[in-house]
């Protein structure tokens, strides 16, 4: 069951993946409106195959590979259809979809994952902080589309080319606006996230840990670079290619976070992995 | 359905016979509601633009020669004209007549081939029809099947891809690089032709705020007036540059008046925010390293020259497969003509034999012998007479559905006129 809820949400991707490329590249007899269906077909499917999973294993979806990469493609999906309810963003659906389907495959299927042995009052926080990393992260994501389509709009402007992808992607200033308002949402989250941490680092005694972890020296320096980023923008006023290349950057800071660190080193917040603190097997 | 249309176009006369039939919405409305008195029973509709001036008229029984159309739509639009006017107008019936309404709405016949203010000008026509005559079907078929096939034109094929003039390509950078334009500031710097109208579009499009810088304080103050706008010296021209988000240059210096320095100096002062060079000038007026800053983004008359060629030739690329696209949906309406033809020829069938029956019937009843029939007997007779005539024709009407769908339509329909007499409908053969 679990399974074919996956497959079928992973076809619903690939399927609007596509139709967002073509739509990107050629005039199309289809609209918009199919891609936002299949895409939103397919962020439900995860959703309701972290459900599954969440009430399978009776613990919070949140811990495995799985989980966490599934919640963050929800999040960046969901960050995505809220900004293409305007038009002129719907060329963005070409740079996001993709994405999100790789991660997605990535993801692969549900395996036994580990949960921080908390008690349930902090359970509540650690769900809050999870989440709020996700929305954070979805958010810095799609906000780093918004600027690769700036760039590649610029690009398209400089060398006069006025074609099929020139007309499908938003205007400059759309572009600039939008990338602005998606990381000072982010930031904000992300900043909920990182402050829920301390507390439960402080409640868990693991302040000792917390220097010596690299995923927390990685978040701090992607809070950091977007601190950076938005007290720059707020006392400059700049706007333009340079902003985009800077948020464009952020999304390297991003990944490595949420997945490289992972992937390299190991830390507290492991998938799969006992941390200081003693965890209970989720499934 | 008959369908007649005649006209007048650019491609068949010179402006000043084809001003000689032009209407304004207010006389295409009266002339209207003079041709409903002078051809009753038909359905017309009068497209009149500053290109062309057509009248399509639709009829049950009755198709109409280019000269009687002709004639009418002159009479409508004056009272006096030079009889070699005649000459100049064209004209089609049927199928052909349809075909060509869908040329024109998907601008096939258009002095710019591609463009789309036609098919704007062809709803307005079919508006102004329907508003007149509200229950006019047959051109309400005729003007959808029209107004639908000139969208899949647009959609399918590249013939109205890109834009041919230089002052549109110019909007269109404009549109990718400022999301409204009404915060936004033009600075039109000299007052040359092409400059002037590519301002005057981006004030059509929502410019609000316009600088004129000329060396000439009167023109200057003469083109800010026209458009709302203030006049800025000469000698100003960088002090206000950092202003300005749009910068249209069309100045006459044989040197430019616009450096790299003056525009790396505004973008700095405008926090990088964007700024769109369009230089229309020849010898130009905007340093060509302009291009490579940042947030500056400069066309010459030559970038959008080119342009504007490249989207012509797609557009000519298109023709052809737009051309298929126009039969096709011509095919369709031919369907949609039988269609109706079948439901009209359906109800003359049944209007033909409920003359007969009831005519049969009062002969029959009025007969002295039966003059004191029970009117309930009297009904029962009816009744029956009523069902047998009603199971004799189900297999007629049947055959008449499967003709209209079968595409054997045009042949069978005079023999279903043959066969019960319905020939008193001018039908054209």
């Known amino acids: 069951m679990l399974e074919a809820v996956i497959y079928g949400g992973l076809a619903c991707y690939c399927l609007a993946s596509l139709l967002a490329v073509i739509l990107l590249v050629r005039p199309a007899h289809f609209s918009d409106r199919w891609v936002l269906t299949f895409s939103s077909a397919g962020c439900v499917a995860f959703a309701a195959a972290l459900l599954i999973d969440g009430l399978s294993t009776e613990q919070i979806p949140l811990f495995g590979r799985f989980e966490a990469i599934t919640c963050y ?70 906000a780093s589309a918004v600027a690769a389509s700036y760039l590649l709009q610029d690009f398209n402007l400089k060398n006069k080319r006025l074609g099929h992808v020139f007309e499908r992607l938003p205007s400059l ?4 606006r939008a990338m602005r308002r998606q990381i000072a949402f982010a930031f904000t989250i992300f900043t909920v996230s990182v402050l829920t941490g301390v507390r439960l680092a402080h409640f868990a005694s ?78 | 359905m008959k369908l007649s249309m005649t006209g007048i176009n650019f491609h068949s006369a010179p402006v000043e016979y084809r001003e000689r039939v032009s209407f304004t919405e207010k006389r295409v409305m009266k002339a209207l509601e003079e041709l409903s008195e002078s051809i009753p029973g038909t359905e017309a509709a009068i497209l009149s633009t500053c290109n062309r001036t057509e009248l399509y008229v639709a009829s049950h029984d009755k198709e109409f020669s280019k000269d009687e159309l002709s004639e009418v739509l002159l009479h409508l639009a004056s009272d006096s004209h030079p009889e070699e006017i005649h000459a100049f107008f064209y004209g089609e019936t049927g199928i052909e007549a349809a075909e060509h309404l869908i040329t024109v709405a998907s601008s096939l016949d258009s002095m710019v081939v ?13 508006m102004l029809a329907i508003e007149k005559q509200p229950e006019c079907k047959m051109l309400h078929t005729v003007f959808q099947q029209a107004i639908k096939a000139a969208k899949r034109v647009h959609t399918d094929t590249d013939i109205s891809r890109g834009r041919v003039s230089v002052s549109s390509i110019a909007v269109d950078f404009t549109r990718k690089i400022f999301d409204h334009l009404s915060d936004k500031t033009a600075m039109i710097v000299g007052a040359g032709e092409t400059g002037e109208s590519t301002l005057s579009r981006l004030v059509e499009k929502g410019v609000k705020n316009v600088l004129v810088v000329n060396r000439s304080v009167d023109k200057a103050e003469a083109l800010a007036r026209t458009y709302g706008g203030h006049a800025v010296p000469f000698d100003l021209l960088e ?70 060629e490249e989207n012509m030739a797609k557009r000519w690329d298109s023709i052809e497969h737009a051309k298929v696209l126009v039969k096709e949906e011509a095919a369709e309406l031919r369907d ?79 023999v279903v006129k043959d066969l019960f007499r319905l020939e008193g409908k001018n039908e054209k053969k």
Not at chain 1, 82 to 87: D, F
Not at chain 1, 101 to 126: I, M
Not at chain 2, 283 to 303: C, K, Q
């Open chain 1, 73 to 142: 493609s929800i999040a960046v999906s969901v960050a995505y259809v809220l900004l293409a309810t305007r038009e002129s963003m719907r060329g963005l659906s070409a740079f996001v979809l993709p994405y999100v389907t790789a991660l997605l495959f990535l993801a692969g299927t549900p395996s036994p994952f580990l949960v921080p042995n908390l008690p349930p009052y902090d359970t509540v926080w650690l769900a809050v902080h999870v989440s709020t990393a996700f929305i954070g992260y979805g958010s810095f994501t799609v």
């Open chain 1, 173 to 176: 200033e759309t572009a600039d």
């Open chain 1, 206 to 283: 693991w302040q000792a840990e917390l220097l010596k972890d690299p995923k927390i020296i990685t978040v701090l320096l992607t809070w950091l670079l977007y601190a950076g980023l938005l007290a720059f923008c707020a006392y400059s006023r700049r706007h333009g290619k340079r902003i985009a290349q800077l948020i464009l950057i952020g999304l390297f800071f991003v990944l490595f976070s949420f997945l490289g660190v992972n992937v390299i080193t190991s830390s507290t917040h492991d998938f799969s992995i006992d941390d200081p603190a003693g965890e209970t097997t989720g499934q």
């Open chain 2, 114 to 126: 591609g463009e789309t203010e036609i098919l704007g000008q062809v709803k307005q026509a079919y």
């Open chain 2, 239 to 308: 002090d206000f540059l950092p202003q300005a988000d749009i910068v249209i240059s069309s100045t006459s210096a044989p040197h430019c008046v616009i450096t790299e320095e003056t525009v790396r100096d505004a973008i700095t002062k405008r926090n990088d925010v964007p700024m769109l060079f369009i230089d229309i000038a020849v010898p130009r007026d905007i340093e060509e390293s302009v291009g490579t800053i940042e947030d500056a983004y400069l066309y010459n008359i030559d970038d959008l020259q080119k342009i504007a």
């Open chain 2, 336 to 414: 949609l003509f039988d269609e109706l033809d079948s439901a009209v020829l359906t109800k003359q069938l049944d209007e033909c034999v409920k003359r007969i029956r009831s005519a049969e019937v009062e002969r029959f009843l009025g007969k002295s012998s039966l003059s004191s029939l029970p009117e309930q007997e009297r009904d029962e007779i009816n009744k029956l007479v009523h069902q047998v005539v009603s199971s004799i024709l189900a297999d007629p009407k049947r055959a008449i559905k499967k003709a209209e769908q079968n595409g054997s339509w045009s042949e069978y329909s005079h």
